[in-house]
């Protein structure tokens, strides 16, 4: 997980990247104990093979941009259905991504927009018996009220293999209400 200088959250950064900005001497600090060795070249003179161990949490040198700290996650389908829980919202089972598609809560042919407060994850089934209404219109009520992720909530969502360094600092960051938190 990559932080600017002052610990404010930027994105999930590569092994690959990571490397870069130890090379270029550009990690202000770090956090967790080291879980990865990138292994490079042996020294001629020592005989030496050069390595850097990598820690979980990684802040640069310098400071984000002000428009860069908290951004609007990108709406996908997978960060939706994440976001939902793989949960249709309107019959509350559990699908996997190929049977889940994105409802328009206000339908766009009635002036709905593609956005996070206005879309949920659906089944096939719920989403066609809806058709072209609204939740009330169909009589079926949403299960949850569709909401914006924060950029923390996201990142925890688009990622299945946070180490338990940085869910513990992620955690530290959610929003007070978020359903992550718990």
Known sequence: MSLDAHGRVLDWINWQDATCLYARDAVAWTLGDPCLTVRGGTNRLTGQQSFIELHPIVASRGHARAAGLSPT???TNQALFARDDHLCLYCGQQFSR????????????KGGRDTWENVVSACFHCNSRKA?????????????????PSWIEHLILSNRNILADQMAFLKTH???RSRLSA
């Open 98 to 109: 190929q049977l889940l598609t994105r409802d328009h809560v206000l339908p766009v042919s």
């Open 73 to 75: 996650p990108s709406l």
């Open 132 to 148: 072209n209404r609204t939740p009330q219109q169909a009589h079926m009520p949403l299960l949850a009220v569709p909401y914006r």
């Open 174 to 176: 959610l929003p007070k």
